[in-house]
T-cell receptor
Framework: AQSVTQPDIHITVSEGASLELRCNYSYGATPYLFWYVQSPGQGLQLLLKYFSGDTLVQGIKGFEAEFKRSQSSFNLRKPSVHWSDAAEYFCAVVSYSSASKIIFGSGTRLSIRP | DAGVTQSPTHLIKTRGQQVTLRCSPKSGHDTVSWYQQALGQGPQFIFQYYEEEERQRGNFPDRFSGHQFPNYSSELNVNALLLGDSALYLC??????????????FGEGSWLTVV
C-alpha cells in the first residue's frame, strides 16, 4: 500500500538558518508528490509538486524539494528560514489506486527560534 | 476569483446529533473531495464527488455521506456523531475526476467539535 512517512514530528530552527524536512514514500510506480503548508487555523497551501522531469523542484516562498528515487525520498529545503515559515508541513502523494485521492504524511511542525 | 469556500468555520455538536458541512469549489472546478484532519494528524480522504455522484471513497463508515449539486457545490453529512468525529474537515476542489496534474485547491476547513 502507498504511504508517506515524515519522521520528524517537530523541528525548531533559528531564523536565518537552513531547513530540511524529511519525507519518505512507499509507492509502486513513479509517484506524484507534493508538499503542503498549513498555518494555524488555516487550510492547506501547495508549496510545490513533482510529477516528472527535473528532480529538483522549485516552489513558492523560496522552498525547493529534491526527488530521489533510489532513496524513496522527497525532502523539502529552504536556505534561510523566516519567522513566518513557522507552520505545519505535509508531504503527500497521489494514490495510484485512485487518482483522485491524496495520501498525506502525518506532518512536521516547524518552529522558528528568534 | 474566489477560491474554495467552506461553511461553517466552527461548530459544536453533541454526540448522536447530525451535522452538515458545505463547500463551494473554486470557479471553473467541477470535482470536490472531502478530507478529515484529526488534531496532530494529516488529512484523511473521505470521498470525492464528480458529476453529482460519489466516485471514490476512503475508509470511512456509512455515517459519512455527501451530495454534489448541479452548480458543483457539495455537502458533507455526518450522522450519529461520535466524539472521535471531532476534527477539521477540509474540502478540496479540482478539475476532472482523475488526477491530471492540475493544482488541487483546499478550503480553510470547518472545525467540528463533538461534545
Amino acid at each position: 500500500a502507498q504511504s508517506v512517512t515524515q519522521p520528524d514530528i517537530h523541528i525548531t530552527v533559528s531564523e536565518g538558518a537552513s531547513l530540511e524536512l524529511r519525507c519518505n514514500y512507499s509507492y509502486g510506480a513513479t509517484p506524484y508528490l507534493f508538499w503542503y503548508v498549513q498555518s494555524p487555523g488555516q487550510g492547506l497551501q501547495l508549496l510545490l509538486k513533482y510529477f516528472s522531469g527535473d528532480t529538483l523542484v522549485q516552489g513558492i516562498k523560496g522552498f525547493e524539494a529534491e526527488f530521489k528515487r533510489s532513496q524513496s525520498s522527497f525532502n523539502l529545503r529552504k536556505p534561510s528560514v523566516h519567522w513566518s515559515d513557522a507552520a505545519e508541513y505535509f508531504c503527500a502523494v497521489v494514490s495510484y489506486s485512485s487518482a483522485s485521492k491524496i495520501i498525506f504524511g502525518s506532518g512536521t511542525r516547524l518552529s522558528i527560534r528568534p | 476569483d474566489a477560491g474554495v469556500t467552506q461553511s461553517p468555520t466552527h461548530l459544536i455538536k453533541t454526540r448522536g446529533q447530525q451535522v452538515t458541512l458545505r463547500c463551494s469549489p473554486k470557479s471553473g472546478h467541477d470535482t470536490v473531495s472531502w478530507y478529515q484532519q484529526a488534531l496532530g494528524q494529516g488529512p484523511q480522504f473521505i470521498f470525492q464527488y464528480y458529476e453529482e455522484e460519489e466516485r471514490q471513497r476512503g475508509n470511512f463508515p456509512d455515517r459519512f455521506s455527501g451530495h454534489q449539486f448541479p452548480n458543483y457545490s457539495s455537502e458533507l453529512n455526518v450522522n450519529a456523531l461520535l466524539l472521535g468525529d471531532s476534527a477539521l474537515y477540509l474540502c478540496a476542489s479540482s478539475l476532472g475526476q482523475g488526477f491530471s496534474g492540475n493544482t488541487i485547491y483546499f478550503g480553510e476547513g470547518s472545525w467540528l467539535t463533538v461534545v
